[in-house]
């Protein structure tokens, strides 16, 4: 069984268009990420919810909405899409009081 | 920039050798992660070492962390083929789930 899942696995889309990505979790963790890697690898959080409030919220352009109608799931939103919004995002999720976090396997987002 | 360094950028060994991969991160911290990234895949952690810890042991891999110079080890003994990945170190300052990853290392074994 999956444990941290993403949908879509790819999503080509044009610029300006507005997308969701998708996140579940059937661990039972408490807590919920956003990652974002560019084409260089380079790995960075973007928004945390706890039990479903917003508690890390990185500086990210105000176009990227999360919303996390129960702890097993956090979406994000894209709205405008941009060229340099290409990148693979991340889920991952963990449980409080413990810093080990489990990851999707990712979302390829390609803007063209 | 919070993110921290990681070096070699990228190691090609032959299978049986030992890798090492090397952090460097900037402000003190929590604990200190490191996990692995197949290509195409999501990350896995491996092994987390607090911040009063100086070595830590799991399998064939060993993290040491020095806080007085801020940086961390990764060693793979005995790599395989199926070691082949990018490695990423990641601290979390305050435990509040933030991690800050490295720039991570590619790692090829060779069989």
């Known amino acids: 069984d999956t444990a941290v899942s993403q949908t879509p696995k790819y999503l080509v889309t044009q610029m300006g268009n507005d997308k969701s990505i998708k996140c579940e979790q059937n661990l039972g963790h408490d807590t919920m990420y956003w990652y974002k890697q560019d084409s260089k690898k380079f790995l960075k959080i973007m928004f945390s919810?706890?039990?479903?409030?917003?508690?890390i919220n990185e500086t990210v352009p105000n176009r990227f909405s999360p919303k996390s109608p129960d702890k097993a799931h956090l979406n994000l939103h894209i709205n405008s899409l941009e060229l340099g919004d290409s990148a693979v995002y991340f889920c991952a999720s963990s449980q409080v009081g413990e810093e080990t976090q489990y990851f999707g396997p990712g979302t390829r987002l390609l803007v063209l | 920039s919070q993110q921290g360094e990681e070096d070699p950028q990228a190691l090609s060994i032959q299978e049986g050798e030992n890798a090492t991969m090397n952090c460097s991160y900037k402000?003190?911290?929590?604990?200190l992660q490191w996990y692995r990234q197949n290509s195409g895949r999501g990350l896995v952690h491996l092994i987390l070492?607090?911040?009063?810890?100086r070595e830590k042991h799991s399998g064939r891999l060993r993290v040491t962390l020095d806080t007085s110079k801020k940086s961390s080890s990764l060693l793979i003994t005995a790599s395989r083929a199926a070691d082949t990945a990018s490695y990423f170190c990641?601290?979390?300052?305050?435990?509040?789930?933030?991690?800050?990853f490295g720039q991570g290392t590619t790692l090829q074994v060779k069989p």
């Open positions: 919810y706890n039990n479903k409030e917003l508690i």
């Open positions: 070492i607090r911040s009063n810890e």
């Open positions: 990641a601290t979390d300052a305050d435990n509040t789930g933030k991690l800050i």
């Open positions: 402000t003190s911290i929590n604990n």
